[in-house]
Structures are given as structure tokens and as C-alpha cells.
């Protein structure tokens, strides 16, 4: 793109301009030459930015599936339960599967109300068993329902 001229032609004419990639004979539209100049400086970089824009945003997108993906391999239920019977001496004698949860026996729900009170009335010196034992009464309500909303808490000291 570079045209040369000897040395000897600038001093014959002086209305001769000296001739660079900006602005050459072939192009008269200077705007135009000084538009190919500034894609041939800057055309690479504009490219190379477009190219890693869509790169990171190829990697988002991929981001973005394998995480819904891990979502929804997650919330499945991989647990199966099973019921194993065993005999006296701790060998099982009968392996079937949970289908359905089945009814507690009455000495069941007994029992089971008998730990709760037990755990939630009971009063340690101990603040780590305390502690430990009331964990495991408020394990027995649920958290949705009023009762454990209006069931006192033994957050804060006693009042006298």
C-alpha cells in the first residue's frame, strides 16, 4: 500500500504529497481510507472481544443446564426403604420392602408421648444434655403446624 517516491520528485513538485496507507491515489475519499485504517488496527481486537463474548456466554449457558440438571438429579428420591425382621439374636430373618408406612400400635404412641414429656419437663444441670434432650423433643413436633409456634422455648432464663 505504500507508494515511494524519490527524493528528487518531491523538490520538482511541490504539490506532490507524500503518499501513505492513509492516503493514496487509488482512493480519494480520505474517510473511507481512514476507515480501512482504523478496521485494519482495531477490526482484530473488535473480533477477538465478540469471540470471547460468546465464548462466556457458551460457558454461562453450559453453567446454567449442568446446574438445572443437578437440580433435578437431586430432588429424586434415591432411597428406598426397607423393612428387615430379626430374630433374638440380631440375624435377619425376613428382608421386604417399605411400600406403605404402616399404623403405630397403640404402646407405640404411648411410649412415644411418654419420651416427649419426659424429654421436654425433664431439667439437667448439665446445659449440653439439657440441651441435647430438648433438641430431641422439639424433633418430635412439627415445624409447620401452630403447636411448635405457640410452644414455650426454654430460650431464655426463667422469671422469678
Not at 523538490?11 to 493514496?24: E, G, I, Q, S
Not at 434415591?78 to 404402646?107: F, H, M, W
Amino acid at each position: 500500500m505504500f507508494a515511494f517516491a524519490s527524493v528528487s520528485s518531491f523538490a520538482l513538485n511541490d504539490r506532490l504529497k507524500p503518499m501513505t496507507a492513509v492516503h493514496t491515489q487509488d482512493d480519494p475519499n480520505p474517510y473511507l481510507a481512514a476507515r480501512r485504517e482504523w478496521d485494519e488496527r482495531y477490526g482484530g481486537q473488535i473480533a477477538q472481544i465478540r469471540h470471547w463474548r460468546w465464548a462466556a456466554f457458551i460457558a454461562l449457558t453450559a453453567a446454567a443446564v449442568s446446574s438445572a440438571g443437578l437440580v433435578a438429579t437431586l430432588s429424586e428420591r434415591r432411597i428406598v426403604p426397607y423393612v428387615v425382621k430379626v430374630d433374638k439374636l440380631g440375624s435377619a430373618l425376613v428382608v421386604d420392602r417399605a411400600e406403605e408406612a404402616a399404623q403405630p400400635d397403640r404402646v407405640m404412641v404411648v411410649a412415644g408421648l411418654a419420651r416427649f414429656i419426659a424429654d421436654m419437663r425433664s431439667v439437667y444441670v448439665d446445659a449440653a444434655a439439657e440441651r441435647a434432650i430438648l433438641k430431641e423433643g422439639y424433633a418430635m413436633i412439627n415445624r409447620r403446624s401452630d403447636a411448635y409456634e405457640s410452644f414455650p422455648r426454654r430460650e431464655a432464663p426463667p422469671q422469678k
